[in-house]
């Protein structure tokens, strides 16, 4: 029944209901802003089919360091465990269409091993020896079709598009799939120090068979590479350049707001509860537990946070839907579901302490004050 | 567990209660008895720090004894747990504050609901019985109003209307009547006379002004911690 005092009591429910939005809502861009960029940094290798990645001894993880001979691959491949082993290298370049220019990241590969991407639609995948591309289908926004251009503006091969797929961004750069040949082409051409007589990849990638054991098929992959570092796809994301400093820095973010919004109802409790304490302790001597009295004090913080998480998801899918289809931010289900939850429990925990001390205030109070 | 007819509603025995401890110890209560029989008003007159709130918070289970027993109703209120005296004073005691106790956000009939929900009353009969307790005390008319908008008067009447509605063994007033002047103080203090009597609940009755203390059935006075009976009493 207490908690009709919200609403018979508006204005304290609006003064930290509108608190707890502003903060839930900041929390919430946070973490739009955070799935978006890291989709757009990391998808092209969240969404690969591959299970491993194997990076040189040497290179410590790092995709632009890493460097595998083609000939390793076969020796890969026949590893128990493994169903397949593919290869994949990446270059960040910019390219000329024929009114503009885009940076790309161009991503080689195998077409047919682990790691390649999903088919084209429309249009197909490159074939054997062409130097052509197929391309993300966000490069549509920049006049990109079927049959166009595309001029790597350090040099190396013309690339035609051929189709189109939905194999996610890298660096938050649109992709461009092509053979590894003619990214090993586009490499030499962008970074000459890099160039090789050889047919190279910068990382090799597995499939694994139904009944192969993770870390045993990562250290008998690595052995077979002379100390190759291997990881699975989850860690292999951290290892696109900037991705993990990326998600620390909007963490620590989402951490200090989610920190904030648990001291405000902190204070809210702590308020309410010194506000009432004469109330609450009248409550007391009536015969209300203070197992009863918690749980109203709660739903009075809860409710006011309750509907903050629902005006700042209102608020932010609002924000989403008006901002420009580049702006890196995405809000999926899980993440905002995950969201709500750590807000509302931010709030429950800010609020528990002052809740079970008021909760627990002595019904003596009452006859004290008379 | 319920009290016989005949027996005694309130049965105080060789109460004591003490505040602090060593040379700074108050003794509130010392060796105190008290009987009240079901449909009985007391009144407790005495000067400030004699016992009177002390030996009212005792028997409405707010406070432990150091000595002695408190049984109300068929309880033994001394023996219970902290859980267990929510539990007693939701279910068998009604509380009249001196001022200002109505919860002030809902009305005067909310107020009522409140009491008897924590006293586990179930929603038709405490409707019911909150009801006919607003038009027997006056009060028809004025169910939906809010605290602020009734008088002193009036409050005090559904704080009475509150402490009844979930029939108590025992009603406890404070100082029901020190924020109102004489006049209306008076007719508080008969009208929780006549009720007591009505509904066959003992009531103890705490108040500084005789002429309030005329309303109750026995007249007992505090000092230093102990209860004497005196000869002014009155049936009101």
Redesign the interface.
Known sequence: ??V??LW??PGRLAGVTVTMTALAALAVILVSLSSGLWAGATGAIGRSSADEFAFSRDSLGSFARSRFPLTELARVARLPGVRAAGALGTLTTAMSLPHQTVDVAVMGSQFSGPGAPPAALPGRLPRAGEDAAAVDVALRADGVRLGSWLRPLAGGPRLRVTGFVAAGQFELLPTVWTSLATWQALSAAAQPESSSSVPVAQVLTVSLTARARQRQVQDEVSAALGGATVIGRDQAMLAVPGAAAMRTTIAELIAAVLGVAAAVCALFSALQAAERRA?LA?????????R?LGMTLLAQTGIPAILAVGAAFLLTAALLAAAPPQFPAALPLPDAAGTGALILLAAGAGAIVPVVRAASVD??I???E? | MTAEPNEAAVRLTGVSKTYGRGRTAVAALRDASLTVMPGELVAVMGPSGSGKSTLLAVIGGLLTPDTGTVVVGGVEVTALSRGSRARYRATRVGFVFQSLNLVPFLTARENLLLMASLAGTTRTAARRRAGNLLAELGLEGRERDFPGQLSGGEQQRVAIARALIHEPAVLLADEPTASLDTERGYAVAVLLAREVRRRRTAGVLVTHDPRMASVADRVVRAADGSLTETADAKAG
């Open positions: 029944m207490m009709i005092e018979r009591r109330e009248r409550l007391r001597a009536l015969g209300a537990s203070a009863r019904p003596m009452t006859m004290e008379q």
